[in-house]
């Protein structure tokens, strides 16, 4: 199948920091979407990216997709202690299923 | 909040077991998947599931693994011969539609195989 690769694997962020976590693809992506899990939870959608170079806002996390389709970033400024979790960025492949990137997990330290 | 439900939270079950695992998807939903989790890994698809048929599998998705929709809120997945390998966190997730949307997961259940 057509992997995403995601970086880097771990964060380690004072509180206040800013945070941000890269997915690339060595093939066009029709979309991207991004999920969060807190740990021990389960994934919950946080945004679905569509447009070459679009740029997303919630509250303080900015997502992005590459020009060329192929790349996606999340980035958190400030981070605060409830922005733990691990950060999963997801291509749609066929028709119906979600590949998952291996996830940045992100820690602070408050 | 609608939200997917799941039952078990946590199996425990001798390697050779069958298994069921239980999952209610969001009234309105209409597709509807599987995923699972090894400890510390990422989410990986199994299969999904549209108007009572597999629309689509991984090639983890083997013959010990079947999917139900025994009525018209379950969604199941069976696990005939469990080994220690199927040791994992399963999630069900659904959708309104085609995976051009978001996935809504349940809060998984843990499987553990001994």
């Known amino acids: 199948g057509q992997q995403v690769m995601q970086i880097p694997q771990y964060q380690h962020v004072q509180e206040g920091e800013d945070f941000t976590t890269y997915c690339n693809s060595s093939?066009?992506?029709?979309?991207i979407q991004w999920y969060k899990q807190r740990p021990g939870g389960h994934p919950v959608f946080l945004i679905q990216?569509?447009?070459?170079?679009e740029v997303k806002k919630q509250k303080r996390l900015t997502f992005q997709f590459g020009e060329a389709k192929k790349n996606s970033s999340l980035h958190i400024t400030a981070t605060q202690t409830t922005d733990v979790g691990t950060y999963f960025c997801?291509?749609?492949?066929?028709?119906?299923?979600?590949?998952f990137g291996q996830g940045t997990r992100l820690t602070i330290n408050p | 909040e609608p939200e997917v439900t799941q039952t078990p939270s946590h199996q425990v079950t001798q390697m050779g077991q069958e298994v069921i695992l239980r999952c209610v998807p969001i009234?309105?939903?209409?597709?509807f998947y599987w995923y699972r989790q090894i400890l510390g890994q990422k989410v990986e698809f199994l299969v999904s599931?549209?108007?009572?048929?597999?629309?689509?599998k991984s090639e983890i998705f083997d013959d010990q693994f079947s999917v139900e929709r025994p009525d018209g809120s379950n969604f199941t997945l069976k696990i005939r011969s469990t080994k220690l390998e199927d040791s994992a966190m399963y999630f069900c997730?659904?959708?309104?539609?085609?995976?051009?949307?978001?996935?809504?997961f349940g809060q998984g259940t843990r499987l553990t195989v001994v």
């Open positions: 997730a659904s959708s309104t539609d085609r995976v051009n949307t978001e996935a809504f």
């Open positions: 093939t066009t992506l029709s979309n």
């Open positions: 990216l569509v447009k070459s170079g």
């Open positions: 997801a291509r749609i492949q066929g028709a119906q299923k979600l590949v």
């Open positions: 009234s309105n939903h209409l597709y």
């Open positions: 599931f549209y108007n009572n048929e597999i629309s689509e």
